[in-house]
């Protein structure tokens, strides 16, 4: 009997899978899922049953254009909690950070009263503007999310068209 990878998956390949790229995006997923103590943002987050067998997984995966890029739940369902073969793509690193702050602002009051709204461009903080309200600093960062997931359609043709408004 094989042992469970963080007590739900199964190594089922035939092989040696260390080194093994399909394996290691697996695991990941996983552990992201399944390993105590758990992050904050995978909290109720699951691997559909399929997927708790690594094969499925890689077959799956195979069929996909997937090197340099990261496997994302969140993009085709919004709220998605289920890693699935129906609900997951694979996206770049600037747009899969993107996605996760996607719940988060981005803006902050500051003393003058006004609304300071920045944003992170490759791992460096960018400001925005300032505004008089906060719905004025709330619909900025808005419209600049909406353009910058525009701006990955042209670069990932493959993936499904991205849609905000």
């Known amino acids: 009997m094989r042992k469970l990878v963080f007590g739900i998956g199964t190594n089922n390949a035939e092989y040696n ?7 290691r995006k697996w695991y990941n997923m996983l552990r992201r899922c399944y390993r ?3 992050h904050p943002a995978y909290i109720g987050v699951t691997v ?3 997927w708790h067998r690594f094969n499925n997984f ?15 739940k969140d993009l085709r369902v919004v709220g998605n909690k289920v890693y699935s ?23 902050e009051q500051r003393p003058s009263g006004n609304w ?5 461009i490759k791992n460096k903080k960018v400001g925005l503007g300032t505004y ?6 709330m619909e900025v960062v808005k419209l600049h ?15 499904p068209h991205i849609d905000m408004m």
């Open 145 to 159: 999310r909406v353009e910058r997931l525009k701006s990955f359609q042209p670069e990932y043709p493959t993936q």
């Open 48 to 50: 559909c049953k399929e």
């Open 58 to 72: 890689k077959t799956w995966m195979k069929d996909k254009e997937w090197e340099g890029l990261e496997l994302d």
């Open 17 to 23: 899978v260390e080194g093994c790229l399909y394996y």
């Open 36 to 38: 105590t103590p758990q």
């Open 116 to 120: 300071a709204v920045h944003t992170s």
């Open 85 to 107: 073969p129906e609900t997951c793509m694979f996206v770049p690193s600037e747009l899969n950070n993107l996605l996760a702050r996607l719940g988060t602002n981005n803006y």
């Open 132 to 137: 008089k309200t906060e719905a004025e600093a």
